[in-house]
C-alpha cells in the first residue's frame, strides 16, 4: 500500500454494486486480472487491494 498506481494498466469500475464495495468521491477502483484496487482519487496511492475471487464467491 502506499505505491502510486499506474492506471493506464488498470480498467476503471464503474459498477460498484457488482463487487458491493463502498463508492466515495475520493476514492477510485481500479480492476486488473483477480485484483480490485481502491486508490485515492487525486494521488493514485494504493489505498487497498481486494481479491475479486473471495469477493465473488461469498
Known sequence: MG???RV???TLV???SR???ERRDDWRCYRGGDRLIRVDA???QILT???LTRV???
Request: net charge negative.
Open 42 to 44: 487525486q494521488t493514485q
Open 14 to 16: 464503474h459498477d460498484y
Open 8 to 10: 493506464g494498466d488498470y
Open 49 to 51: 487491494i481486494i481479491n
Open 3 to 5: 505505491d502510486r498506481l
Open 19 to 21: 463487487y458491493d464495495i
Open 56 to 58: 465473488l464467491l461469498n
